[in-house]
Nanobody, 121 residues
Framework: EVQLQASGGGLVQAGGSLRLSCAGSGFSFDDYAVGWFRQAPGKGREGVSFLRSRATRYADSVKGRFTMSKDNAKNTVYLQMNSLKPEDTAVYYC????????????????WGQGTQVTVSS
């Protein structure tokens, strides 16, 4: 059974950093495309970053500040978030897509439970 466990969220001041983790079980991240999404109150779910094979892709709003990486030995994907802004406040989710269909959230089949990131000004 594919399971994802996201962690690492918290409260941080603007300009600070957090590292989110997404631990996978029941599958290997090598066989899936991985995405980090976020959802702020009253807004839709937004794709933040994606890892497919060895290629990463970032939303324009986080490019240069966020970095996605993978530890194969731990079957864990990370999202390093630097220079955080209040507008980064959201619940962050990791998700995987077996078929590499695209970056829309509708293509992602399995989701972690979400971790809250709050950035104070």
């Amino acid at each position: 059974e594919v399971q994802l466990q996201a962690s690492g969220g918290g409260l941080v001041q603007a300009g600070g950093s957090l590292r989110l983790s997404c631990a996978g079980s029941g599958f290997s991240f090598d066989d899936y495309a991985v995405g980090w999404f976020r959802q702020a109150p009253g807004k839709g779910r937004e794709g933040v970053s994606f890892l497919r094979s060895r290629a990463t892709r970032y939303a324009d709003s986080v490019k240069g500040r966020f970095t996605m990486s993978k530890d194969n030995a731990k079957n864990t994907v990370y999202l390093q978030m630097n220079s955080l802004k209040p507008e980064d406040t959201a619940v962050y989710y990791c998700a995987v897509d077996k078929y590499y269909a695209g970056t829309s959230s509708t293509f992602f089949d399995y989701w972690g439970q979400g971790t809250q990131v709050t950035v104070s000004s």
